[in-house]
Nanobody, 127 residues
Framework: QVQLVESGGGLVTAGGSLRLSCAAS????????MGWFRQAPGKEREFVAA??????????YYSDSVKGRFTISRDNAKKTVYLQMNSLKPEDTAVYYC??????????????????WGQGTQVTVSS
């Protein structure tokens, strides 16, 4: 099993940056595809970014709303996944969740595809 703990959320003004971290426990981390999701008040949880394991390294995927502004990365030695968020907008305000599942060789966009979840970290972007 993998346990996930997010950190790095907070309050930032529009245009600012934050870096979220997701620390994982368990030796299986290196075999897991990892993703970030977010949920704003009154809205459904949505896909933000994912990093999947491939034969030649990793692949990254982003939702259209964050592409070009957010970057997902992972450090297997530290068992940590990061989400670097730049040029933040008020509409990025949400609780951000880290999630993972055993690699399946393809990107999974649905939150139901992920087996393990962190507790979430709040990101608030003021205008």
């Amino acid at each position: 099993q993998v346990q996930l703990v997010e950190s790095g959320g907070g309050l930032v003004t529009a245009g600012g940056s934050l870096r979220l971290s997701c620390a994982a426990s368990g030796r299986a981390f290196i075999t897991y595809d990892m993703g970030w999701f977010r949920q704003a008040p009154g809205k459904e949880r949505e896909f933000v970014a994912a990093i999947t394991i491939s034969w030649n390294g990793v692949n990254t995927y982003y939702s259209d709303s964050v592409k070009g502004r957010f970057t997902i990365s992972r450090d297997n030695a530290k068992k940590t996944v990061y989400l670097q968020m730049n040029s933040l907008k008020p509409e990025d305000t949400a609780v951000y969740y880290c999630a993972g599942h055993p690699t399946r060789g393809s990107i999974q966009y649905g939150d139901y595809e992920y087996d393990y979840w962190g507790q979430g970290t709040q990101v608030t972007v003021s205008s």
